[in-house]
């Protein structure tokens, strides 16, 4: 709730329940509401309660309780002691008393009947926010019902995503009658003249013979043209009544407040037409961008927006030369998208590579004389390699790993053929990090982890396993402790979630697909698979002892893929629409879609 207006933070406890959006249509409502009701004012001296020293001096009193500075007025300087007596102007100690704040209560009796459906209950959710906030700030309990609630429920105690959901259920068409309002009276012993209690519905209210000696708060809707307004009137008994007229929120918030008013707006989807509809995708080696691969053969690096109200920027953009086959695509740190193609004869590195200390320039690398050396132009219908970059000693060398899984080095200075077989490549601590299975009959058996660092590259064994790997969002507390959260097929159907202390074997149900590893979004924090279930569209997460499903895609996902950057799942689905999803926060990032009939 850090995007509150200052008037408003008062309630940003109560308001944090609901998304930023939402909390910002219902706040002036809550603001004007608690202006009309007003404090709960603390119980006064004459309450009593146990004496309890001192707080503070008053203008009266007993003389006993005198301050000993006005005695010393009457010894040295009597008439001044009388004139100060006569004037008021003596001083007391003021006694102080425990109250008994825990007896107070404030309780609210909502009326959920056809005079309250539809947009009056918005007026309700905000009385809610105000009547809670008001209790705790006079130290008071708080309790409230839904009138015609006759299943025996105890009252709520508190506003909660729980408690409004069932308030939200308990539309009604019975009108209140006596009986509810006696039940609930009865029920809350309110007694004949409860302290703080509220019956909040239309103003029919007050013609019930047991609302007497309960306040009111009157919703009406007001009826006129063009007129999109709530009428409310505050009845504190013994006290003059106060009214406001608040305008109703836009119309989609209102089906939110009224429908779901704890689920997060959906991102506005973007518009594909059919040379820019995704043929593929991938997540930059840093993880926190996306890699399309277009229809038309072009190349995007889009951001990847924090939230689904985050502005999303525009992509990075790149079309390939005439003649040109892309070779692969990626996302550097230090320099933006990094593209690689090939004509007949030369690679190419598109995207201002540093060459030498201080100079940028376009590289042409031939492949006559690096037969074997440089990674070629996937196939047709296949997706293009990875590409990042690694800085040493002020020259750049671009690091790929094409689509038949060879990792290389590309460099003028001396490409090379670093592994056969390559899993996974990303970026970890700011270095690229692979995993590799080594070629039949190499010394090295298992699989291995490769880093690249220091004009060097260093391998660690990781273990037996078939060589499938996936990197996963490496904040995880406990992961490996030089690639963070790393799973390693052990051979068809079982995985390990490689740790620091120990390995953590997960079972894959057949008929699910492993597209990625992240953790719970619980407390435990536990590692867990990220699968794609039989049917094609149900993703869930998978632990040792847990599971738990995450999304659903609108269609059957033909490519997805989890971020090793940030806790991401991202899907393409038959139709063309590509969806990125939040697995902390359960709700779509970004969204793209085809153009109707494109």
Known sequence: MSQLPAPLRPWALQLSLFPEELALSLGPYVARLAAAIGALRPRGETEGGEPQGYDGLTRRGPYERLLLTEWLYALESPDEFIRRAAFGEHAFLKPAFKQPQGSRRTVALLDAGPDQLGSPRIAHLATLVVLQRRAEAAGAEFAWCVLQDSSGRVPFNAVTPASIQTWLAARTAAPVTDAHVARWREALELGSAPEDAWLVGSSRLGRLSEASKLSRIEVEEVVAPSVRRLSVAVRRIARAPTSVELELPPADDCVRLLRDPFS???????????????????????????????????????????????????????????????????????????????????????????????????????????????????????????????????????????????????????????????????????????????????????????????????????????????????????????????????????????????????????????????????????????????????????????????????????????????????????????????????????????????
Do not use: C
């Open 264 to 598: 997060t707006r959906a991102p506005k989807p973007v518009r594909l037409s059919s040379a820019g509809r995704f043929r593929s995708f991938f997540f930059s080696a840093d993880g926190t961008r996306l890699i399309f691969i277009r229809q038309d053969g072009g190349v995007a690096a889009q951001p990847i927006p924090h939230s689904a109200r985050a502005t999303t920027p525009k992509p990075r953009r790149f079309q390939p030369p005439d003649g040109h086959r892309l070779v692969a695509a990626g996302w550097r740190r230090n320099g933006g998208l990094l593209v690689l193609t090939r004509d007949d004869k030369v690679l190419w590195v598109h995207g201002g590579v540093k060459s030498a200390p201080g100079g940028y320039r376009p590289r042409g690398i031939p492949y006559l004389g690096y037969e074997g050396l440089l990674p070629d132009a996937p196939p047709a219908n296949h997706a293009p390699g990875l590409a990042t970059s690694i800085v040493e000693g002020g020259r750049e060398r671009i690091v790929v790993r094409d689509s038949e899984g060879r990792l290389f080095i590309v460099s003028q200075q001396g490409p090379a053929l670093l592994s056969s077989q390559t899993s996974a490549l990303a970026e970890v601590n700011r270095k690229p990090v692979f995993v590799m299975t080594p070629q039949p009959g190499s010394s090295m058996d298992g699989v291995w982890l490769g880093i690249l660092e220091d004009h060097q590259q260093r391998h660690l064994p990781l273990g037996p396993g078939d060589g499938d790997a996936f990197l996963g969002h490496h904040a995880a507390m406990g992961g490996h402790p030089e690639a963070g959260l790393l799973a390693l097929r052990h051979k068809p159907g079982t995985w390990q979630v490689l740790l620091a202390k120990g390995n953590l074997p997960i079972y894959v149900p057949v008929g699910s697909r492993v597209v990625g590893v992240a953790t719970f979004n619980t407390e435990s924090r536990a590692p867990a698979l990220v699968l794609l279930g039989q049917d094609r569209r149900t993703f869930s997460l998978v632990g040792i002892s847990e599971s738990q499903v995450v999304a659903r895609a609108s269609d059957d996902v033909v490519h997805s893929a989890v971020s090793h950057g940030l806790p991401v799942l991202t899907w393409l689905t038959v139709k063309g629409e590509l969806l990125v999803w939040s697995l902390t926060q359960g709700m779509a990032l970004y969204r793209a879609a085809p153009e109707v009939g494109s």
